[in-house]
């Protein structure tokens, strides 16, 4: 899809970023956001990315051949608790399921407390009805039922929106289907959602608050809706796609449909965006990393796609939205250092935020955070930061540095290194993790990482893990924008199944059938053409009983021979993952659910390649700065290196410090880096 | 400042983080190779990291009270093993009596690292599994009368000999539990995950050396030690005792617990438990002091690491023979939970009012009511499951009682704890009970009534019911307990909901099941009900704000005659408080309790109370302050005792006796505040015994005359 003109743009909490392609070069811009309207930010980004590209917004939209959106709009509304006054309609019997929240508490402040509930508990109406595991009708729900509850909801709490979940719907839908009509009937303008619509699955508690959660947020678009509105009329053509949690685009029709499914859109698009950069490096099995100013982000990427949950908490609600599997943890470059009780020192979870920022910002902050750390030990330039537009005050860093390490009886210098030691061991914990969750090894990964100072740490996150290889792409500091340039239309539908095996082939290819029928409807609502279509089909096994699933590929048309494949692949996988021993001869396995991936290929951005130039061309360093690398040891010099005089094929050995215009990969010693033929840096570590 | 460590600090908080990691790894993998709901949906496994003699260095995993007991469950395999324990062995104990874990269906299995030939540490993992042989299925017999009766016992042996599995005891376990394909899928699970941490651990030390790894964790456990003791150093020295007794129908078995606070240490002596019995709750001191340290932590020390460093400071006296430290033959299926948690509520409930007898102690924005662990309504049922095979399970949504309140919120439904840092037990879901056992559920609920009423009211325990669907009939062991003695609130709240199981029979009506029956069985057309009992409230209910009356009101948790009887709340059909109804009502609620109640126990002397006249005020008790010699009411200065009285002396009392049928009885006490009529605190015991709680700091006591 060479030549093409794709626009990529991600609304972040503070800044806007937007990346432009034309099919062989990239051009990115970043403006701050406008949360009270988010077209202000994002025209203001394209703006500047336009003049970039020597041109003006009004003359480049009519070219754009895809606009591609990542937005915090239903993250916002979560967030800030702002969405639908709700009611729900349910199981007589089982009003309470909903507010006790499958027993789950939350610890704040030293009490255990309850995960906010949308929707009050005066707010739940009971209907008398009932379905049975088979599907059956235990008993029946009577005409008028969810009208008059519906009435009761509308006329005397006021509800904005209502949801209807009933026991066992995705067995036998009869009854939340007509409980659904018959509401939509008596009220058309009200927003109704429902549990089997939305969510055709197993546990009625995250059914429910799927359907709930795409109540509540249920208005947070309107927002792009404006921006769609205007961007037309600014002269763009084609229709806006967004970068939905489970790490694929969808267009503005199926988000208005099922809107939490852009809950996690920022983060999945940083995700997505890696696993392009994955693809196109070659990489089969990546650890992604972000850190931010308050956060570090760790998700895995398998097989150039990322790995993803079908459910988890959104918010501290527990649901089952198929998401992009992000890990997030309380500790980014902004994150405070403090001395507990014990006399020992922490790291985060708090943070300096952006005001007062950390000390050596100069605004007022007087706690050591994590830059500041990375500043007195020499691993940030003080002249040259954000390309010398901001003086860093290495004093000011130094001061608090020392009075912190004053308490536990350290030097400055070692009150720094200290911070930057125990940053890495949480990043480290969080990220081993996430591989023990799911049984993998790092020794088969390559850390792909991104933002402002994640490659100052996560070279020491690969060697901690053992993962024998980093890589930083290009456009690191903007990558989630790119993801929004550059990801498929992603669809996908799941069929409960529950099915021993060996099982007769009939039942998955008849399963196939029927979400292949839906798959192709949607993308044909998506006007994806058919030859840029694939319909790929995947199954969750376990032993039976167990509460987690292994994902296994499935090829269809489904044979005996892959009934029998399918049992064989499952065991290998999970001896390999929890060894021989926790395997047992003849326990039962349980095909789950099926899951058609619908992709649909769309006009997008890619990684240019550039021709290697000789590694002895490599040019020399540009300076040296002092570093602390042992905690015993004076510091000593490292080389650093300009990364716009590096190009493709350029070769360093560590130690050395590459200073980017927002972010220093550090490439320690006995390591090598060289620049790929994608401009992305990799560091290869020596074990 | 020095610590005097032989680590840096800096390393030892990195060693946290990869310790922890490495447990959270072990913990993970026994969640997602484990079968059983016990494990996978109600998170009832742990997986715990030991030094190399047993003491406990980090736990992973929900469970907290197992952490100690592994703990336990090495010494004994180091006790039973000795030189012979080599690289690659695995052990199984589950004997309470005999190097076991908290009851026979935790097993223990344990493995220990080796790094060049040294023993360096150990995990220890431990689930529930869902039978372990014995009288019936689920290995909880309430009637059996002997611990032979009621599960294969395993002392500490070997299920790998140096990396060879010992498939003789793999046999020896198969042949004897229940559903033992699944069973035996959840142990493999638990020596998976001991796999898992065993690699990392070795890497671990071996890239820091034997000698500094042992050195570090010696430094990491010094450090909580120190820190706890310095915040035990803050709390008032002197006495508090709370007493507790667990039911067997209409037997009480006394549960005592005295609390010494000095200095920097904590005593706990259960001198006067209740002789050991032949009933399956008969506990070690090992498993109280695994929950009752896990408590004191959880209100002491929620931010430091919890290892053994946590046990040094706190002692427990348990008398040999007692129902706290049986000895075999007496059955021990129930040892960490009846009794095991009685014991836990008193140690915690003293130390409450330690706590709330301090002044400015940072632990006392945490005080609450006990928390809700013997109060339990868990059940088991077996049957034909619906595969057509015999199938059974335990019914753990029984374990979800209501908490008590805290001193500024209501306690959270289905709670049981309230001041933790992790949640505990989870329920599952409808839809998955359903789809696995044979039944169909009526309703699930959070369950109604104004329990546990106070300024802040308890939380509801779960009310649940459920009929066959799917098989002819089940047949049910009942493991409830608090069938008559509720558990009590703090500083004038009242006591919560008591246990209830109830046969709903088309033909015969409702019938009450006993708490430890075990020949319940399920027939068609019936509906199996049980409600969960809920914790105590905190402060006198008539202070509750009428709008949260209202709330509750509205939502059907409380009715307008509850509001009114028990709150003086006046709330009218559209759910809004009538003020000046509710000030009447409340008004002649005082006075009538203050004409209801018998005199106080002692007159007090006006020359000791003119005494107190410009002395500071000290908190002896929420709502009770003393002043000098005197303890006073903090709302009305009314003087209530002199020391060392006990301070409700001066208190009007209320009783209200409940009897049963069956000719059991309890009384409840309410201490009132003789200037207002409002209750200062509830007290609940057996027909006939005295006072069950105590708060005597030092600085009361020994008061100067």
């Keep these: ?687 | 400042m020095t610590l005097g460590l032989r680590t840096d600090p800096i390393t030892l908080e990195v060693l946290r983080h990869r310790l922890e990691a490495i447990g959270e790894e072990g913990a993970n993998t026994i969640e997602r190779t484990a079968i059983s709901p016990v494990v996978t949906e109600s998170k009832d496994y742990s997986c715990t990291i030991l030094d190399r003699d047993g003491g406990l260095l980090v736990g992973a995993g929900k469970i907290d009270y197992h952490f100690y007991a592994a703990s336990s469950a090495v010494h004994a395999t180091i006790a039973t093993h000795g030189e012979s324990i080599g690289p690659g062995d695995v052990f199984l104990a589950n004997d309470p009596h005999n190097g076991g874990g908290l009851h026979a269906q935790d097993v223990m299995v344990q493995r220990p690292v080796f790094v060049d030939g040294e023993r360096v540490a150990w995990i220890v993992n431990s689930a529930h599994l869902m039978d372990m042989g014995g009288m019936v299925l689920g290995s909880w017999a309430p009637a059996a009368t002997e611990c032979f009766q009621e599960a294969l016992r395993f002392p500490p042996v070997r299920l790998a000999n140096r990396g060879v599995e010992a498939s003789d005891v793999y046999a020896i376990f198969r042949n004897n539990v229940r559903l033992s394909a699944l069973v035996e899928m959840d142990l493999r699970g638990l020596v998976a995950g001991c796999h898992v941490a065993n690699e990392k651990i070795a890497a671990l030390v071996a890239e820091i050396g034997n000698e500094r790894f042992v050195e570090a964790v010696e430094d990491m456990c010094d450090l909580t030690e120190r820190e706890l003791r310095r915040r035990i150093e803050a709390l008032e020295d002197g006495v508090y005792r709370a007493v507790s007794w667990t039911e067997w129908d209409d037997e009480f078995f006394v549960v005592p617990c005295t609390l010494t606070v000095e200095g920097d240490h904590l005593h706990f002596d259960y001198e006067g438990a209740a002789p050991q019995a032949q009933h399956f709750f008969n506990s070690k001191p090992y498993i109280i002091a695994s929950g009752l340290v896990g408590e004191i932590c959880k209100l002491l020390a929620q931010d430091l690491p919890f290892n053994r460093g946590a046990f040094r400071p706190v002692d427990l006296h348990c008398p040999r023979g007692t129902i706290v430290n049986s000895e075999p033959p007496a059955p021990v299926a129930a040892a960490h939970m009846d009794v095991a948690f009685n014991a836990a509520e008193v140690g915690m409930r003293a130390l409450m009012m330690a706590v709330a007898a301090t002044e400015g102690s940072p632990a006392a924005q945490y005080l609450s009511g006990p928390t809700g662990g013997s109060a339990l309504a868990t059940h088991t049922w077996s049957g034909q499951g619906l595969s057509g095979m015999p199938d059974g399970w335990a019914m753990m949504d029984g374990c979800l009682a209501g908490a008590s309140a805290g001193n500024d919120r209501d306690g959270t439904d289905l709670g049981s704890w309230m001041v933790a840092a992790n949640g505990s037990l989870e329920m599952i879901d409808v839809e998955v009970a359903e789809s696995w056992y044979p039944i169909l559920v009526e309703f699930k609920r959070a369950r109604p009534g104004a329990f546990g009423a106070g300024t802040f009211r308890a939380g509801a325990g779960c009310n649940m019911a459920y009929s066959l669907h799917g098989t002819s009939q089940l047949f049910g062991v009942m493991l409830g307990m608090r069938e008559r003695l509720p558990l009590v609130g703090m500083a004038g709240g009242a006591p919560g909901a008591v246990t209830e199981f109830v046969m709903h029979d088309p033909a015969n009506g409702a019938g009450r099941i006993g708490g430890h029956a075990s020949d319940v069985v399920l027939q068609p057309g019936q509906l199996f009900e049980f409600r969960c009992a809920s914790g105590g409230g905190y402060g006198d209910p008539l202070d509750r704000d009428p709008a949260r009356v209202a709330a509750d009101v509205k939502r059907g948790r409380v009715t307008f005659d509850d509001a009114r009887a028990v709150y003086g709340v006046a709330v009218d059909a559209s759910f809004t408080v009538d003020r000046s109804t509710t000030d009447t009502l409340r008004a002649e609620l005082l006075s009538q309790r203050l004409q209801r109640a018998e005199p106080p126990v002692s007159a007090l002397a006006s020359d000791a109370i003119a005494s107190a006249d410009g002395q500071p005020s000290q908190p002896l008790y929420p709502g009770v302050v003393q002043r000098g010699r005197v303890a006073f009411s903090a709302r009305t200065g009314a003087p209530l005792a002199v020391s060392p009285a006990h301070f409700t002396d001066g208190c009007p009392v209320l009783e209200d006796r409940r009897s049963f049928d069956s000719g059991s009885a309890v009384v409840t006490r309410s201490y009132l505040d003789p200037g207002s009529g409002h209750v200062l605190a509830v007290d609940v015991v057996p027909d006939g015994e005295p006072r069950a709680f105590t708060t005597a700091p030092r600085r009361w006591t020994d008061a100067p005359r």
């Design chain 1, 1 to 687: 899809m060479g030549g093409a003109t794709c626009i990529g743009v991600d609304i972040g909490g503070t800044f806007t970023d937007v990346v432009l392609s034309d099919g062989s070069r990239t051009w990115r811009a970043k403006s701050p956001s406008t949360p009270h309207d988010v077209s202000e930010g994002v025209l203001a980004a394209c703006r500047l990315v336009a003049e970039a590209h020597g041109t003006t917004l009004e003359g480049l939209l009519p070219t754009v051949d895809r606009f591609g959106l990542g937005t915090t709009a239903v993250t916002n509304t979560l967030a800030s608790w702002t969405g639908q006054r709700l009611g729900l309609v349910t199981t007589a019997g089982f009003e309470d399921i909903v507010p006790l929240a499958r027993g789950t508490r939350v610890s704040v402040d030293g009490w255990l407390v309850m995960p906010p509930s949308l929707v009050e508990r005066e707010r739940i109406v009971g209907l008398d009805e009932r379905i049975d595991r088979d599907g059956a009708i235990v008993r029946p729900l009577a005409t008028g039922a969810a009208r008059q509850a519906a009435e009761h909801l509308v006329e005397n709490e006021s509800v904005d929106a209502i949801t209807v979940s009933f026991l066992w719907s995705f067995k036998n839908p009869d009854h939340e289907h007509r409980a659904v009509h018959e509401i939509r009937t008596r009220y058309p303008d009200l927003l109704v959602t429902s549990g089997v619509e939305l969510q055709p699955a197993i546990r009625e508690y995250e059914r429910a608050t799927f359907a709930l959660l795409n109540a509540y947020v249920g208005r947070s678009l309107n927002g792009v809706d404006a921006l769609t509105g205007q961007l037309a009329r600014l002269g763009l053509r084609v229709p806006l796609l967004l970068v939905h949690s489970g790490g694929g685009s969808m267009t503005t029709d199926e988000a208005r449909r099922v809107p939490i499914r852009l809950a996690a859109s920022g983060p999945a698009a940083g995700v997505t965006a890696s696993s392009i950069v994955a693809r196109t490096s070659g990489v089969t099995r990546a650890i992604t990393c972000d850190v931010g100013g308050t956060s570090y982000d760790v998700a895995l990427v398998l097989d150039a796609t990322p790995e993803r949950r079908t459910r988890g908490d959104v918010m501290g609600i527990w649901t089952s939205v198929p998401t992009v599997d992000v890990k997030s943890l309380g500790a980014g470059g902004g994150s405070l250092a403090w001395i507990d009780s014990r006399g020992l020192m922490r790291v985060g979870p708090r943070s300096a935020g952006a005001l007062p920022g950390p000390v050596c910002y100069g605004r007022g902050g007087t706690e050591p955070t994590v830059t500041d750390a990375l500043l007195v030990l020499g691993y940030l330039d003080p002249e040259h930061f954000l390309g010398g537009r901001m003086a860093l005050d290495l004093d000011g860093a130094h001061r608090a540095c020392a009075r912190l390490g004053e308490a536990i009886g350290m030097t400055g210098p070692e009150c720094a290194w200290g911070i930057r030691e125990i940053a890495l061991a949480e990043m480290v914990k969080a990220t081993r993790s996430m591989l023990s969750t799911r049984g993998l090894d790092a020794r088969d990964f390559t850390l792909i990482t991104y933002g402002g100072c994640g490659p100052l740490f996560t070279t020491g996150v690969a060697r901690a893990i053992g993962a024998p290889r980093l890589l930083v792409p290009a456009l690191a500091s903007v990558l989630s924008a790119f993801g929004a340039a550059a990801s498929d239309i992603r669809r996908e539908r799941s069929l409960p199944l529950s099915v021993m095996l060996p099982c007769d082939p009939l039942i998955l290819d008849d399963a196939i059938t029927t979400l292949e029928a839906e798959l192709t409807k949607e993308l044909d609502g998506d006007a994806v053409a058919p030859i840029n279509r694939s319909i790929h089909y995947e199954v969750d096994v376990r032993f039976a009983r167990q509460r987690w699933e292994l994902t296994i590929p499935l090829e269809s048309p489904v044979s005996a021979a892959t009934i029998e494949r399918l049992a064989h692949d499952f065991r290998a996988e999970y001896a390999r993952r929890y060894g021989e021993g926790a395997v047992m001869a003849g326990a039962a396995v349980e095909v789950v659910a099926l899951r058609g991936l619908g992709i649909g290929r769309t006009v997008q951005a890619a990684f240019e390649r550039t021709a290697l130039v000789d590694p002895r061309s490599t040019p020399a360093a540009s300076g040296a700065r002092e570093v602390l690398l042992e905690r015993t040891q004076p510091p000593r010099p490292v080389a650093s290196y300009r990364m716009a005089d590096l190009l493709p094929g350029h070769r360093i050995d560590g130690p050395a410090l590459l200073d980017d215009v927002d972010t220093t990969i550090w490439v320690p010693p006995s390591s090598t880096a060289h620049i790929d033929a994608f401009n992305s840096t990799v560091v290869e570590l020596t074990v």
